[in-house]
């Protein structure tokens, strides 16, 4: 059992490339999200996802572009990369059952702009 | 939009020490999460509440949420060196997607041997 999977694990971008960071999740979670980490900015919501078909944006959407065409899959599109752009990424997926809700996070993906 | 905060982001401990802290959010929250951190890793779950007032208990930690539904804290007895990472609280407001999680910016903890 994977859980939840991000690739790349590291990705150096010069400003104005776009590219895909991947998330795959075999849980068969709801819920999935992007969240982007920065010092001393704790985790800030991107865009998320209730289900397949679904997103809705976070708290700091701009420059990213996702989509969410199966259950499994939630990648996020970085249109034109700028250096404000550097980052952690994380990808979480979730589930909510009587109440209880619990979010597992992928390993992360280190994404440099120059 | 909702503000989840959490004061101060770093704090120093002696190994042994007992170790409390806050989380405040602006608005109420149908549920309250705390994550744990380690350096270089990924945020892991580590306990939800859902009650007000609510008390739960996971071996050395003690986790509250408020009557309010609008803060919680943690408490760490006797600290040891494992205890070392961030600690995010985070919670999805009344009525919001449970996806739509709004994290604190975290506490640091480290603990001196």
């Known amino acids: 059992n994977a859980g939840v999977t991000q690739t790349p694990k590291f990705q150096v971008l010069k400003t104005g490339q776009s590219m895909t960071l991947q998330c795959a999740q075999d849980?068969?979670?709801?819920?999935m999200s992007w969240y982007r980490q920065d010092p001393g900015m704790g985790l800030r919501l991107i865009h998320y996802?209730?289900?397949?078909?679904?997103?809705d944006q976070g708290e700091v959407p701009n420059g990213y572009n996702v989509s969410r065409s199966t259950t499994e899959d939630f990648p996020l599109r970085l249109l034109s990369a700028a250096p404000s752009q550097t980052s952690v990424y994380f990808c979480?997926?979730?589930?909510?059952?009587?109440?209880?809700?619990?979010?597992?996070f992928g390993q992360g993906t280190r994404l440099t702009v120059v | 939009g909702q503000q989840v905060m959490q004061i101060p982001q770093y704090q120093h401990v002696q190994e042994g020490e007992d170790f409390t802290t806050y989380c405040n959010s602006s608005?109420?929250?149908?549920?309250i999460q705390w994550y744990k951190q380690r350096p270089g890793g990924h945020p892991v779950f580590l306990i939800q509440?859902?009650?007000?007032?609510e008390v739960k208990k996971q071996k050395r930690l003690t986790f509250q949420f408020g009557e309010a539904k609008k803060n919680s804290s943690l408490h760490i007895t006797a600290t040891q060196t494992t205890d070392v990472g961030t600690y995010f609280c985070?919670?999805?407001?009344?009525?919001?997607?449970?996806?739509?999680?709004?994290f604190g910016k975290g506490i640091t903890l480290s603990v001196r041997p």
């Open positions: 979480a997926s979730s589930y909510t059952a009587d109440g209880y809700t619990e979010a597992f």
């Open positions: 849980m068969n979670h709801e819920y």
């Open positions: 996802s209730v289900g397949a078909g679904i997103t």
């Open positions: 608005t109420t929250l149908s549920n």
């Open positions: 509440l859902v009650k007000s007032g």
């Open positions: 985070a919670g999805p407001p009344v009525g919001g997607a449970n996806s739509k999680l709004t």
